[in-house]
């Protein structure tokens, strides 16, 4: 059995302070490559080529690898508990998906089921979504992460789950006409 969940959040209002997180669930600095996550070059590409062709559909630049919100989102998806950071980890808009097997749901997947809400989206009465945040104009630093978490659906085999940070955040209310294209 898969089972996929999908959540998306841009924060109005940030913290001042990051709150605390275990020293267990950060990745250690020796463990991570140069891509500020766990990420490996081919999978930052893959990260980059899947929100950038969206992106390119709908008249935004593309964006650029940010190693800071790679290690961000590592952080976060380190913890494998399917919430929202609400601002814990910086002023960025993200996005989160998980699927279960974690075998089933790779990068392009993840980022694809994002992308097919487009046809959701109504320019007369705009709502934040998934793919809103990935095609928002004014946004142009990304990074991603992964982690497999073996109890993040119970009674389902070990699921993947993604996290992306988004600079500068997107689905502002009141931006919309100006960064989202059809």
Not at 71 to 76: P, S, T
Not at 110 to 124: G, R
Not at 177 to 182: D, E, R, S
């Given at each position: 059995m898969?089972?996929?969940?999908?959540?998306?959040?841009?924060?109005?209002?940030?913290?001042?302070?990051?709150?605390?997180?275990?020293?267990?669930?950060?990745?250690?600095?020796?463990v991570?490559?140069?891509?500020?996550?766990?990420?490996?070059?081919?999978?930052?590409?893959?990260?980059?080529?899947?929100?950038?062709?969206?992106?390119?559909?709908?008249?935004?630049?593309?964006?650029?690898?940010?190693?800071?919100?790679a290690?961000?989102?590592?952080?976060?998806a380190?913890?494998?508990?399917?919430?929202?950071?609400?601002?814990?980890?910086?002023?960025?808009?993200?996005?989160?998906?998980?699927?279960?097997?974690?075998?089933?749901?790779?990068?392009?997947v993840?980022?694809?089921?994002?992308?097919?809400?487009?046809?959701?989206?109504?320019?007369?009465n705009?709502?934040?979504?998934?793919?809103?945040?990935?095609?928002?104009?004014?946004?142009?630093?990304?990074?991603?992460?992964?982690?497999?978490?073996?109890?993040?659906?119970?009674?389902?085999?070990?699921?993947?789950?993604?996290?992306?940070?988004?600079?500068?955040?997107?689905?502002?209310?009141?931006?919309f006409?100006?960064?989202?294209?059809?």
């Open positions: 898969t089972r996929f969940l999908l959540f998306s959040v841009t924060i109005g209002c940030f913290l001042s302070s990051v709150l605390a997180v275990p020293a267990h669930v950060r990745v250690p600095a020796h991570r490559d140069d891509n500020g996550s766990d990420a490996s070059d081919a999978d930052v590409q893959a990260y980059l080529n899947a929100h950038n062709s969206v992106r390119a559909q709908h008249g935004a630049v593309n964006l650029a690898w940010d190693n800071t919100l290690a961000a989102a590592q952080e976060w380190n913890n494998c508990v399917f919430e929202h950071s609400n601002g814990q980890l910086g002023p960025f808009g993200e996005n989160l998906a998980a699927g279960s097997p974690a075998s089933s749901f790779p990068i392009p993840a980022i694809q089921a994002w992308a097919d809400e487009a046809s959701e989206y109504d320019p007369n705009p709502v934040p979504s998934h793919w809103t945040q990935m095609v928002w104009k004014a946004t142009t630093q990304l990074g991603c992460a992964v982690q497999t978490c073996p109890d993040l659906f119970s009674g389902f085999p070990p699921a993947a789950f993604y996290v992306c940070e988004y600079s500068p955040p997107g689905n502002v209310i009141g931006q006409p100006q960064n989202v294209q059809p």
